[in-house]
């Protein structure tokens, strides 16, 4: 006899995970878990303070229960809520770990469209959307990755500034800076540190802004354009690739790293931020599940292995490369020498 009986609850529970993000975006437009945190607990209550219905908050409270984002402290007829420890540090707008506002990326409606056109992209071997997807020059989307992710990207922004927190001179290109989380992290570990940010026009905007609320411009300069064309200056000690690499083609990506070498100062090395799978291509489950995310929303995008990483550095020059698994992240950081 089989150890179990067949369960159709996995399909079920992949149809309809789409209900959950949305209901999930909902209480987060709302405010649910901040009102929660700050004292309100019942569905009256929460009501009150987000203007929302009675019905559908108890609807909402008793759904984000059910998913493990609150707990229900008191039955009926007067129900209460807590957060749970993971949404108090997360979901409260309070929280300096707050990460809500990724949402404004992940529900972007460009990637949500490459995977509800998916089919096309699995019959295809390449995007659904227009042009090159994504990776299109100073596509918006960029713009509310750069607003909405920096919480998420401190802890290996964290991490790669703290091998560098000696490094004299410490001369950085941060290409794709983005929220610019990478350099002012950098600068903040090594306050001699001076960081060039590159990015799109559309994005550098946001990357001034956050470097400025940082108290950091003296430390920071930019360049506009795109990485595989702009002059890149320099010369650099370090140069950032922060989830960059997985967009292009392995073509592509050999002519980017060759332009690399130029700018690198004699002993500089690049350091790479990347979803890298194991060689099975099946574990680990996040890294090996982003080649899907580049499918949907790229023309030729993948999540690389190691290996496949190595085979690219080495036919742009780059003589070694070494691996490490970024503490409180699902990535792993790639650092590069030329020689």
């Not at 569905?43 to 229960?65: K, M, N, Q, W, Y």
């Not at 959307?129 to 990755?145: A, I, M, N, R, S």
């Not at 993948?302 to 070494?322: H, L, P, S």
């Amino acid at each position: 006899m089989p150890a179990s009986e067949p369960n159709p609850g996995l399909f079920f529970d992949t149809i309809s995970g789409y209900q959950r993000a949305y209901v999930l975006n909902a209480a987060l437009d709302i405010g649910i878990f901040t009102a929660i945190a700050d004292g309100f607990t019942t569905p009256e209550a929460i009501a009150t303070h987000t203007h929302a219905s009675p019905r559908g908050v108890r609807i909402l409270c008793d759904h984000l229960t059910v998913q493990g984002f609150l707990t229900k402290t008191a039955l009926p007829p007067h129900p209460a809520y807590a957060l749970t420890q993971d949404s108090a540090v997360f979901l409260n707008e309070h929280s300096p770990a707050y990460v809500g506002a990724v949402r404004l990326f992940f529900l972007n409606d460009e990637l949500t469209s490459g995977f509800r056109n998916a089919t096309k992209a699995i019959r295809t071997g390449r995007t659904a959307l227009t042009g090159q997807g994504t990776v299109d020059f100073d596509d918006p989307v960029w713009k509310d990755f750069a607003r909405a992710m920096m919480p998420m990207m401190m802890p290996p922004a964290v991490y790669m500034a703290q091998q560098l927190a000696t490094l004299n001179p410490c001369r950085v290109l941060d290409i794709a800076a983005s929220h610019g989380a990478f350099g002012i992290s950098i600068v903040r570990a090594n306050p001699a540190a001076h960081v060039t940010a590159l990015d799109f026009p559309g994005v550098l905007p946001v990357t001034r802004a956050h470097v400025a609320v940082a108290g950091l411009n003296a430390n920071f300069s930019f360049i506009e354009g795109d990485a595989f064309e702009v002059d890149l200056e320099g010369p650099y000690d370090v140069i950032l690739l922060p989830n960059l690499l997985h967009h292009f083609s392995p073509a592509r990506n050999i002519a980017l790293l060759k332009r690399l070498l130029p700018a690198l100062a004699p002993g500089g090395r690049v350091m790479t931020l990347e979803f890298v799978p194991n060689e099975d291509r099946i574990t680990p489950p996040v890294s090996a599940s982003f080649a899907m995310v580049m499918l949907a929303s790229t023309a030729e995008g993948d999540a690389y292995t190691f290996a496949e990483f190595e085979e690219m550095f080495r036919a742009a020059g780059f003589a070694r490369n070494e691996i490490a698994d970024v503490p409180h992240s699902m990535e792993q950081l790639i650092t590069s020498w030329a020689g």
